[in-house]
């Protein structure tokens, strides 16, 4: 795969022929009620020039489906870790595929419920509305917990309102879909 475009556009075939094998009853007897919904980024560009990424940054993508943000990060971010965390195997596979294939060294993926990961070594996480409106809470408690050690980043993307009304976070920047005015991009500093 000679860019990220190729990489990309493998995902997009992969996602829409695996998609189509879904079945929501089959996906809920195997991994109980979660959400299933999926969706992935169009703005990584601007998403990655607005994060301050070190050697020692850890970026997490909590439901990261087929890893499009993660592997992005990781193919032009060679020294910094990507960690990502997908319920459903089928998508999770084909990350993995493309780790091997790539022959990527800073990422890492773990098919399971990221409520079950310890992901306290991370600095930013990457959140694009997985989860059912009443599990927000929880992982707000998680995130808190990180957020009590160190001052982390989350970029929400699509369901932000949760984020917003977080006393311990911040909005810094924005990113606004051109078309639907309800899909945002929006990144939050912690002040703890
Ligand atoms: C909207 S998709 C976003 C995919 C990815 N972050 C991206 O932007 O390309 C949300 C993903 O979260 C996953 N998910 C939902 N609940 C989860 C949980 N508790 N643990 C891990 N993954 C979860 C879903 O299976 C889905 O693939």
């Given amino acids: 795969m000679e860019s990220f475009n190729h990489i990309s556009n493998f995902i997009s075939t992969k996602a829409s022929e695996i998609e189509e094998t879904f079945d929501l009853g089959d996906l809920t007897v195997k991994y109980g009620l979660q959400s299933f919904r999926y969706g992935t980024s169009d703005y990584l560009e601007e998403l990655f020039q607005t994060l301050t990424l070190t050697d020692n940054t850890v970026f997490y993508d909590l439901g990261s489906g087929y890893g499009r943000v993660i592997l992005y990060g990781a193919y032009h971010f060679p020294k910094v870790q990507f960690k990502g965390i997908e319920i459903i195997e089928e998508r999770n596979d084909v990350c993995d595929q493309l780790i091997g294939e790539l022959k990527l060294k800073n990422i890492k993926t773990y098919c399971t419920d990221f409520f079950e990961v310890d992901i306290n070594d991370g600095d930013i996480f990457y959140i694009f509305n ?12 998680k995130l808190k917990s990180v957020a009590s050690k160190k001052n982390i980043t989350i970029v929400a993307e699509s369901k932000c309102d949760v984020f917003d009304k977080t006393e311990w976070l911040s909005n810094y920047k924005t990113i606004d879909y051109d078309i639907d005015i309800r899909k ?3 990144f939050y500093r912690s002040v703890i």
């Fill in 184 to 186: 945002k991009v929006k």
């Fill in 130 to 141: 997985p989860l059912h409106e009443a599990m927000y809470e929880k992982l707000l408690e």
